[in-house]
């Protein structure tokens, strides 16, 4: 069957560290991947889009990798503050236009 | 600024009852989604439109039907409400091609 899977429900980073959040996928073929960040009580908001045949794309203190082998692209953020404290959605993005989310993971940056 | 607004934040509707909910964006985008939000569950795709009275379903379009009359507008209707689709609304747009998308803010919708 297919799935979107992102590595946890909620993780907790302490500030300052890398937060590295992990979307595997099983039985799509992707063209484009993409992540979002949501608020509580808001709708997503893209942050970073990264082609499959992309092996990274940088934004700021961004960084995503996409392993169309492996089915498997890695978000992380470094050096981590309060403020990115979020729900952080992966997201396939397919030829017909469909795109699909993952399920989404809680990052709690303590301070 | 690409705007997508969706008509009500909150709306509490009965079960049985035929319920709208719209959602009107601003950038001349051709694709349009509606998404359902439930703890647990993430974001899911009822149904999804590429242009002006064309659709295609999502994962779980069962009890949903959409309308685009017009390009800016893309409208979620529910035939008849059921408790099971007390959920968070999400509309979003994005042009043609692989792009980011824009999403409303939600409609939280309680059927009971």
């Known amino acids: 069957s297919q799935k979107i899977e992102q590595n946890s429900e909620a993780l907790n980073i302490q500030e300052g560290k890398t937060a590295t959040l992990t979307c595997n996928y099983t039985?799509?073929?992707?063209?484009?991947l993409q992540w979002y960040r949501q608020d509580p009580g808001r709708g997503p908001v893209f942050l970073l889009l990264?082609?499959?045949?992309?092996k990274e794309k940088r934004k700021e203190r961004l960084k995503v990798t996409f392993d169309t082998t492996l089915k498997q692209s890695l978000f992380h953020i470094t050096a981590s503050q309060p403020a990115d404290s979020a729900t952080y959605l992966c997201?396939?993005?397919?030829?017909?236009?469909?795109?699909?989310f993952g399920k989404g993971t809680r990052l709690h940056i303590l301070p | 600024d690409v705007k997508v607004t969706q008509s009500s934040r909150y709306l509490v509707k009965r079960t049985g009852e035929k319920v709208f909910l719209e959602c009107v964006q601003d950038?001349?985008?051709?694709?349009m989604f509606w998404y359902r939000q439930d703890p647990g569950l993430g974001l899911r795709l009822i149904y999804f439109?590429?242009?002006?009275?064309?659709?295609e379903k999502g994962d779980i379009p069962e009890g949903y039907s959409v309308s685009r009359e017009k390009k800016e507008r893309f409208s979620l209707i529910l035939e008849s409400a059921s408790t099971n689709q007390t959920s968070m609304y999400l509309c979003?747009?994005?042009?043609?091609?692989?792009?980011?998308?824009?999403f409303g803010q939600g409609t939280r919708l309680t059927v009971v």
């Open positions: 997201a396939l993005d397919f030829l017909d236009d469909k795109i699909i």
């Open positions: 990264i082609r499959e045949n992309e």
């Open positions: 979003a747009s994005r042009t043609t091609g692989y792009t980011e998308a824009f």
């Open positions: 950038m001349d985008h051709e694709n």
């Open positions: 039985n799509y073929s992707p063209a484009y």
């Open positions: 439109s590429y242009d002006v009275k064309m659709k």
